[in-house]
């Protein structure tokens, strides 16, 4: 239940005295200040802090002038004293806190400005274990904490943009900050100090090795409002975590409109994709929609990679999302912006194509400076009422080794290519899926069917309207490859596959009925392998 302000038992308008500074990102300090000294505020600080203000030519008293104990255990213990935490709990309306206060010599403290030791930071950059351990803030949090709990005297500020805030509620108030900016920074406290014990908490599991931990925590942090999420009336905004992994979250946007849910969940779906191929081996080009790929393709041309990704389904490419694993260079720019695209994402690009772009101002372009390591370990959330379901993200990677071949039939060398590639794309296709592929480009993709017969006929189609739009007489599929996401439970879908013209398939295999699903597979002519991995994918 909500408390009404009218319940509140603090004042509205408390002053600014004294500010308790400590900060590891000392961006913008100088100015911050400046502007409180100026405001007639005392500034306490600890540290290399303390350096830096009074570098600045800023008068500011060290901690230890409240505390009298000197930082020991190599700056460990500094402001956990009675000192600091009295001045920044007590009840300015209470009695005996003030009297308290009194007997013992604390002073009030009326803004903390903290913004903790880096840890994510010093995690990300791939120190060692003791490094790490150290740049665990301790009296940070304590102090923010404590303060963000006396909210209805203290303002606790956790960045930056924060204490601006706080001072510019100063100038418009005679030096004093409203209760309801308090209480929104007491909020934000309190989500900075989760979010960074819970960076904590999983980078010890990780250490240990404690796959699900009895408490799970996540922290992220807001990257950006969304004007809505998947459909207009539902409230939407993307937080990223300290996950160091390429994509969506750290790519930087070259330009066009803001991103909205639907482009960030299609375009991390394309970026996936495309990143199972690896530039050195192919160029490869990824279309997607609604998080399905309609065409993707492996070339050693990029722009020839492309045109064949686009051909698979260009009325779905409409307003689509294009994910390249090679630099974008002018050609290919224009190829691109010939039709409707929403977000074009890439690991870089030339002056000439960045210009080519340009023109089309809508259109967002992402760039991510790298790919991403398909093999790499990380973990993925889904929420369901009431609870999240965690998993480890499906890395799962299989060479033609791994391949066991089932039937009479062996596939070719370039059959087994192509199956492998058609792998690579069912495993990013919405189950059930059946995807139809031959020269390394796909012909047909059935994704996300109730039944996986379904999924080979949809396919089918798809590559029949392709092949009648292109004016083609002769279906695109015959002799192709099919890749199904997970077995077979009956011959029916295999055999809407043959009819399809698919000469060779690649299953999981692991149905009671594999050898019902064998044998129709040698009557019809086709050669089979069974991966023993699935790629479910909802």
Known sequence: MKIAEADMPNPNFVPIKRALISVSDKTGLENIGRRLVDAGVELISTGG?????????????????????????DGRVK??????????????????????????????????????????????????????????????????????KNYGWVCTCTNAADVTHVLDAMADHDGQTPLALRKRLSARTY????????????WYHDQIGEDHPAHF??????????????????????????????????ARQVQGKALSY???????????????????????????????????????????????????????????IVALNRPIDAAMAKRITSIFTEVVIAPDIDKDALAIFAAKPN????????????????????????????????????????????????PTD?????????????????????????????????????????????????????????????????GCVAASDAFFPFADGLLQAASAGASAIIQPGGSMRDDEVIAAADEAGLAMVFTGMRHFRH
Not at 79 to 101: C, F, K, S
Not at 191 to 202: L, S
């Open 49 to 73: 802090t303390a350096s830096a203000l009074e570098g600045f030519g800023l008068p500011v008293r060290d901690v230890f002038e409240l505390t009298g104990f000197a930082e020991m255990m």
């Open 79 to 148: 402001t956990l004293h009675p000192a600091v935490h009295g001045g920044l709990l007590a009840l300015r309306d209470n009695a005996e806190h003030m009297q308290a206060a009194r007997a013992n010599g604390i002073a009030m403290i009326d803004l903390v400005y903290i913004n903790l030791y880096p840890f994510e930071r010093t995690v990300q950059s791939g120190a060692a274990f003791e490094t790490c351990i150290e740049n665990i803030d301790i009296g940070g949090p304590a102090m923010l904490r404590a303060a963000a």
């Open 191 to 202: 989500a900075r100090t989760a979010a960074y014990d819970a960076a904590i908490a999983k």
């Open 217 to 250: 925590t996540l922290g992220a942090s807001l990257k950006q409002s969304l004007r809505y999420g998947e459909n207009p009336h539902q409230k939407a905004a993307f937080y990223t975590t300290a996950e160091p992994r390429p994509g969506i979250a750290s």
């Open 262 to 320: 639907n482009n960030l969940n299609d375009t991390d779906a394309a970026f996936e994709l495309v990143s199972e191929f690896d530039a050195k081996d192919h160029a490869a080009v990824a279309i997607i929609k609604h998080a399905n790929p309609c065409g993707v393709a492996i070339h050693d041309d990029a722009l020839a990679a492309y045109d064949r990704a686009l051909a698979c389904d260009n009325v779905s490419a409409f307003g689509g």
């Open 363 to 410: 259109l967002r372009l992402l760039l991510t400076g790298t790919m991403a390591d398909p093999r790499a370990p990380g973990t993925t959330f889904k929420s369901v009422a009431g609870g999240i379901l965690v998993q480890d993200r499906d890395n799962g990677h299989i060479k033609s080794k791994n391949c066991k071949v089932v039937t009479k039939l062996t």
């Open 414 to 478: 370039a059959q087994m290519r192509d199956l492998l590639f058609a792998w690579k794309v069912a495993k990013h296709v919405k189950s059930n899926t059946i995807v139809y592929a031959k020269d390394g480009a796909t012909l047909g993709v059935g994704a996300g069917q109730m039944s996986r017969v379904d999924a080979a006929r949809i396919a089918s189609l798809k590559a029949e309207d392709a092949a009648n739009k292109a004016g083609l007489k002769t279906p695109p599929t015959k």
